[in-house]
């Protein structure tokens, strides 16, 4: 069954230092996005990704972050200079714009 | 923007026992609503979702229910298992599903055996 992919799994920075997250959604998908999850918190929207070029973004989603899809299957998410409170659980997901969304089993940020 | 509101936080049943998870939402103009489950360590999986122009569906021991006057959409587990235990998440979007999704604050469903 395909499914999200995603590296690392945990990665652990110091504040200040940027940070790569990276993820390959499913083949034939179109839409790709980013959520975050504070830990027992909801699931939170960051940004979407359509036609390479960002679709839709929430007021999380400030100048420390940007999207890349440098290639026809990676999508990444960077965040420039960390802080404490960027410490979460990072989902990608992604669908063919049908309704379901796929989501990838998330990178862990820890900041120090 | 939309505000998605969950109920109960927490849901504790004996297996067998049926669990209703209610979520309310705020934009009239929200179209698809999906369900979550989502397990220790891992991503939300879908497990039903309905569209605006449904009132009920089904899928085995799953349904979710639609009022679309009144803003809200539950979930209904029937015959629990032990492994139903997982935080369930309701979601809200435009567009049927292209549009972001508007998460719930989650249900932590226990079954006990």
């Known amino acids: 069954e395909p499914e999200v992919t995603q590296t690392p799994s945990h990665q652990v920075t110091q504040m200040g230092q940027e940070v790569i997250l990276r993820c390959v959604p499913i083949s034939n998908h179109l839409y790709f996005y980013w959520y975050r999850q504070i830990l027992g918190q909801k699931v939170e929207f960051l940004v979407s990704f359509y036609n390479n070029e960002i679709s839709e973004k929430s007021e999380i989603f400030d100048d420390q972050f940007s999207v890349e899809r440098p290639d026809g299957s990676n999508f990444t998410l960077k965040i420039r200079s960390t802080k404490l409170e960027d410490s979460a659980m990072y989902f990608c997901?992604?669908?063919?714009?049908?309704?379901?969304?796929?989501f990838g089993e998330g990178s862990r940020l820890t900041v120090l | 923007g939309e505000n998605v509101e969950q109920h109960p936080s927490t849901l504790s049943v004996q297996e067998g026992d049926s669990a209703v998870i209610k979520c309310t939402y705020s934009d009239s103009a929200s179209n698809y609503f999906p369900w979550y489950k989502q397990e220790l360590g891992k991503g939300p999986q879908l497990i039903i979702d309905?569209?605006?122009?449904?009132g009920e569906k089904k899928d085995q021991r799953i349904a979710v229910t639609l009022n679309k006057t009144a803003k809200h959409f539950s979930l209904h587990i029937t015959e629990t298992q032990p492994e139903d235990s997982a935080v369930y998440f309701c979601?809200?979007?435009?567009?049927?599903?292209?549009?972001?999704?508007?998460f719930g604050s989650g249900t932590r469903l226990q079954v006990q055996p």
């Open positions: 309905i569209r605006s122009n449904v």
């Open positions: 997901a992604s669908t063919t714009g049908g309704g379901e969304l796929f």
């Open positions: 979601a809200a979007s435009i567009n049927t599903g292209r549009r972001a999704l508007t």
